[in-house]
């Protein structure tokens, strides 16, 4: 059973940065693909950012040139760097990964709030 646990969410203001850190069971180069969705209360989750076993990265257009999604192999840890945080990126934030066959894994969840 693959297990995907998130970190660093909390509450920051306006204009703020949070990184949130996503620890996998097992090796991360074993996933087609990992990354992370948001889901604001009341709407669907949706994608934030993605990066393939091969490294190529996709970001949806709100968080282009604001988060990097990055990774830290030794540590089967997947990065999402958040900067130029605005209340509409306030949403509970899921770590993500896909296997080679298709069958999806999700963390629990960790809460990102901006707020003043």
């Known amino acids: 059973q693959v297990q995907l646990v998130e970190s660093g969410g909390g509450s920051v203001q306006p204009g703020g940065s949070l990184r949130l850190s996503c620890a996998a069971s097992r090796s991360i180069f074993s996933f087609y693909a990992m990354g992370w969705y948001r889901q604001a209360p009341g709407k669907q989750r949706d994608l934030v950012a993605h990066?393939?076993?091969?490294?190529?990265?996709n970001y949806a257009d709100s968080a282009k040139g604001r988060f990097t999604i990055s990774r830290a192999n030794a540590k089967n840890t997947v990065y999402l760097q958040m900067n130029s945080l605005a209340p509409e990126d306030t949403a509970v934030y899921y770590c993500?990964?896909?296997?080679?066959?298709?069958?999806?894994?999700w963390g629990q969840g960790t809460r990102v709030t901006v707020s003043s």
């Open positions: 993500h990964a896909r296997e080679f066959a298709g069958e999806n894994y």
């Open positions: 990066i393939t076993s091969a490294g190529n990265t």
